[in-house]
C-alpha cells in the first residue's frame, strides 16, 4: 500500500479507507481503533485469510498484521462494482447471471468453511464484480479478531444470527432469493416460487433459508445445484437500493452509497434513496433524515456526489465529511453509529509480509511432541516416523504420522489449529491417537491429551469449524489392534472434536473424551457404584464431563494406570454415549 486516498466509513471498532498502491491499484484499507490485545492470535489470522485469498472467487488479501501503533489493519483488493451496486442500475443481471455469482460465492464458501472458518457479513455489498466477470467475496474484516464490527442483524442476517457456516449459507441463499426477485418473510412464512426461476433452485433456497440451521445444506451442495441448474436468462426489475443494501463496512468506494441509504432510510421512513441517485450529497440526505437541516449538512463539509455509469452497474463517487452520524433503524434492530471515517489517526501500515506460515506451513513430518497419555517421554519426528530403541528389543516401539492432518479453529481464537494422526506400533500393541495442536503465540503448541484407542482412522474431514474423525474404535487400555480378535472387536465409529478449556473433547455426538470406550470381544462392562467425576483426561485438573449419566460403566478386565485412572463409557439419558477418564478407589 503506497498511500490513503480518502476515507469511506467507521464504526466502533475500526475505520475503512480507500487506498492505492505504487501502480495505482485501488485497495481497502481497514484498521482497528483500539491497540490488539493478541498481536500474535490477529496476524496468525491475517495469514490464513491472506492464504485463503488464492481461491479465485476470494477477495485478494495483500497486507496485513500490526502496525507501531499496536492496531491492527487488513489491506485487501477492490473492484468497481459489487452485487448490491448491479442489481440497483438501470440495467441490472440476468436470472441467469445471479445464479452464476451466487455459485461463485458458494464456492468460495466452502472454501473458508473447509478451512475452519466462517464470514460472517455474506450479503450483496460485499460480493465484488470485476469487469472481467470476475465474482470474488469480500468483507473478511467484518468478523476479525482485534477489530470485529459490532453485530448489527439485517435483512440477510439468520434467524440464529452469524454463529457459524450454516448462517453464512443463510445469508448467501437469501442474497440469491432477494436477487431474483423475492422477499424474504420476517416470521416463519413459507418462502414462495418465483417467477421465471426453476422450481429446483427456488426449492433449494428455501432449503438453506430454513429457520434450523442444522438441516441447512452445506455451501458446497448449494453450489453444486445452482451450477446445474438451467436457470433462463429472465429480465430481474432494477431495486431500490433499500432492498439490497447491508449495514457492512464498505468493500468498494462506491457501495457507501447504498449502505448509508439503508440507514437514512430505514431511520425515517422517506425515500433517501431515491434523492442519492438523483445526485444529491448523501450527508444532505442523512442530515435531513436526523433533522438536522441545510445547516447541519453544511457543518458536516459534505461535498456533492456524482454519478456515473461504469460497466452497465451504478457508480456513485463521493467524498464524506468529518463527523456525520446516522442512527437507523434496520429490520426491526437498532444501529447506532453508522459514520463516515474521518481524516485523524491515520497509520500506515508496515511491511508484514504474508507469506510468513501460520499452522499450515508447520512441518508435522518432522515436529517433537510429548507422548499422549503415557510415558510423557518426548519423541522427535524425522520424514514421519520416529523409532524408538531400548535395550530389551521387546521394548522398542514406532510412531508414525499418518496422512495430512485437518486445520480449523479448535478453540475460537481466530487462527487455524491442527488435527493430525499418529500411529503407535510396539511390540504387543498397535494402537492410532488423534492429536491436536493450537497456534498459539506464533507457534504450534501440543495440546495435552490426545484421542486414543483407535484401531484405524479413515479420514479427517472439517465439518462447521470442528474436524470429524472417521474410523474404528476399541478401548486404549486393551491390546489395542495388535491382534485379529482385537481388530475385529473395533467399532465403527464418526466423531468430532474439538477444543474444550484447552482439552481436546470429542463435541459430537455427545460431549465427552476423545478416547475411545468400546468393550473388547468376550469381556463385559461393569457399572460404577461408587460416585466418580468423569473428565476428558486422565488427570486431577482435566475438564470435567458435566452431564447426567444414567450409566458409567468401565471394562472390568482393563488396567488401571497407577492413579487409579481408567476409561468409562458414559450414557446420556437419550441414550447417546461418550468416554470420560474416571478415577477408582480399588
Not at 524425522?382 to 496422512?403: Q, S
Not at 484447552?502 to 473388547?520: E, K, W
Request: net charge negative; aromatic share 6%; with cysteine.
Amino acid at each position: 500500500m503506497d498511500r490513503i486516498v480518502r476515507p469511506l466509513g467507521e464504526d466502533s471498532a475500526a475505520a475503512t479507507y480507500e487506498a492505492a498502491d505504487a501502480a495505482g491499484r485501488r485497495l481497502i484499507y481497514t484498521v482497528g481503533k483500539n491497540a490488539a490485545a493478541d498481536p500474535e492470535g490477529y496476524r496468525a489470522w491475517a495469514r490464513a485469510v491472506a492464504e485463503l485469498s488464492a481461491h479465485p472467487n476470494i477477495v485478494d488479501v495483500t497486507l496485513g498484521g500490526v502496525g507501531a501503533d499496536g492496531r491492527p489493519f487488513l489491506v485487501s483488493g477492490t473492484a468497481e462494482r459489487t452485487l448490491s451496486e448491479l442489481l440497483t442500475a438501470s440495467s441490472p443481471p440476468s436470472a441467469d447471471v445471479v445464479v452464476h455469482v451466487v455459485a461463485k460465492v458458494a464456492d468460495a464458501l466452502e472454501a473458508v468453511h473447509a478451512r475452519g472458518f466462517r464470514h460472517g457479513a455474506v450479503c450483496p455489498s460485499t460480493i465484488l464484480l470485476d469487469g472481467d466477470g470476475a465474482v470474488r467475496l469480500a468483507g473478511f474484516d467484518t468478523r476479525a479478531p482485534e477489530m470485529a464490527a459490532p453485530v448489527v442483524p439485517g435483512a440477510f442476517t439468520a434467524p440464529e444470527g452469524q454463529s457459524g457456516p450454516p448462517s453464512d449459507v443463510y445469508a448467501l441463499a437469501a442474497t440469491a432469493y432477494v436477487a431474483l426477485g423475492g422477499t424474504i418473510p420476517y416470521a416463519a412464512a413459507p418462502i414462495e416460487d418465483l417467477p421465471g426461476v426453476p422450481v429446483e433452485i427456488t426449492g433449494m433456497l428455501r432449503a438453506a433459508l430454513h429457520p434450523d440451521p442444522g438441516v441447512r445444506p452445506g455451501a458446497g451442495l448449494l453450489r453444486d445445484s445452482l451450477s446445474r441448474s438451467n436457470t433462463p436468462a429472465g429480465v430481474i426489475a432494477s431495486m431500490d437500493p433499500s432492498r439490497v443494501g447491508s449495514p457492512v463496512r464498505p468493500v468498494n468506494d462506491t457501495v457507501v452509497s447504498i449502505n448509508l441509504a439503508v440507514a437514512g432510510a430505514a431511520a425515517t421512513g422517506i425515500a433517501a434513496t431515491a434523492g442519492i441517485l438523483a445526485g444529491k450529497a448523501a450527508p444532505v440526505l442523512l442530515a435531513q433524515a436526523t433533522g438536522q437541516g441545510t445547516a447541519g449538512a453544511a457543518a458536516v463539509q459534505s461535498t456533492a456526489a456524482a454519478t456515473t455509469a461504469k460497466g452497465g452497474g451504478l457508480a456513485l463517487v463521493w467524498k464524506i465529511g468529518i463527523g456525520v452520524t446516522a442512527a437507523a433503524v434496520v429490520a426491526g434492530a437498532a444501529v447506532v453509529g453508522i459514520q463516515v471515517a474521518n481524516d485523524e489517526g491515520i497509520a500506515a501500515p508496515p511491511e508484514v509480509s504474508l507469506s510468513q506460515p501460520p499452522m499450515r506451513g508447520v512441518d508435522f513430518a518432522s515436529i517433537s511432541f510429548v507422548e499422549p497419555n503415557r510415558s510423557g517421554d518426548t519423541i522427535q519426528l524425522a520424514a514421519g516416523t520416529a523409532e524408538v530403541k531400548h535395550e530389551n528389543v521387546y521394548d522398542d516401539y514406532t510412531w508414525t504420522l499418518k496422512g495430512d492432518p485437518a486445520y480449523a479453529d479448535l478453540d475460537g481464537d481466530a487462527d487455524l489449529d491442527a488435527v493430525l494422526v499418529m500411529e503407535h506400533l510396539a511390540y504387543e500393541y498397535a494402537g492410532v491417537y488423534v492429536m491436536a495442536w493450537l497456534w498459539e503465540d506464533g507457534k504450534a503448541v501440543q495440546a495435552p491429551n490426545a484421542g486414543e484407542g483407535m484401531c484405524a482412522v479413515d479420514g479427517l474431514k472439517v465439518v462447521d469449524g470442528l474436524v470429524q474423525v472417521t474410523g474404528k474404535g476399541l478401548n486404549p487400555h486393551r491390546t489395542g489392534c495388535f491382534y485379529e480378535p482385537a481388530k475385529e472387536s473395533a467399532v465403527e465409529e464418526t466423531f468430532t472434536v474439538g477444543m474444550r478449556d484447552g482439552y481436546l473433547a470429542q463435541i459430537a455426538p455427545a460431549f465427552g473424551s476423545p478416547d475411545r470406550c468400546n468393550a473388547f470381544e468376550g469381556t463385559q462392562l461393569v457399572d460404577v457404584l461408587e460416585p466418580v467425576t468423569p473428565r476428558l483426561a486422565p488427570k486431577d485438573d482435566a475438564p470435567a464431563v458435566e452431564g447426567e449419566f444414567p450409566s458409567i460403566a468401565y471394562d472390568y478386565g482393563e488396567w488401571l494406570n497407577s492413579d487409579g485412572w481408567t476409561n468409562a463409557r458414559l450414557t446420556y439419558p437419550d441414550e447417546s454415549v461418550a468416554c470420560g477418564w474416571i478415577k477408582l478407589e480399588h
